[in-house]
Nanobody, 126 residues
Framework: QVQLVESGGDSVQAGGSLTLSCAAS????????MGWFRQAPGNKREGVAV????????YYADSVKGGFTISQDNAKNTVYLQMNNLKPEDTAMYYC???????????????????WGQGTQVTVSS
């Protein structure tokens, strides 16, 4: 049973930074992509960033390119999302996800994840 536990959400002012963490357990080689999605009230869930578990190649939504960085520590089974220069429109619940589908670009674009965490709230005030 795959378990994903997020942490690091907080309330910050615009221009600030946060790092989210996702501790994963219960999976082996079957998980091909891990990443972050977000959902703001009234909006659909959208992909933010996904990384391939084997090769470490990262894929980003256009809206966060240049500001967010995803990374992974395989020894700790943890995925991170470094978010810089946060804007009020980045306010959302952020979810960690794990996907068995091997095309990580499609995972971030279409949300094709198999396992989800409970989410961590990020609030950015102007």
């Amino acid at each position: 049973q795959v378990q994903l536990v997020e942490s690091g959400g907080d309330s910050v002012q615009a221009g600030g930074s946060l790092t989210l963490s996702c501790a994963a357990s219960g999976y082996g080689d079957t998980v091909k992509c891990m990443g972050w999605f977000r959902q703001a009230p009234g909006n659909k869930r959208e992909g933010v960033a996904v990384v391939g578990t084997a090769g470490g190649i990262a894929y980003y939504a256009d809206s966060v390119k240049g500001g967010f960085t995803i990374s992974q520590d395989n020894a700790k089974n943890t995925v991170y999302l470094q978010m810089n220069n946060l804007k009020p429109e980045d306010t959302a619940m952020y979810y960690c996800a794990a996907a068995l589908f091997p095309d990580c670009a499609l995972v971030v674009d279409r949300g094709w994840a198999n396992h989800w965490g409970q989410g961590t709230q990020v609030t950015v005030s102007s």
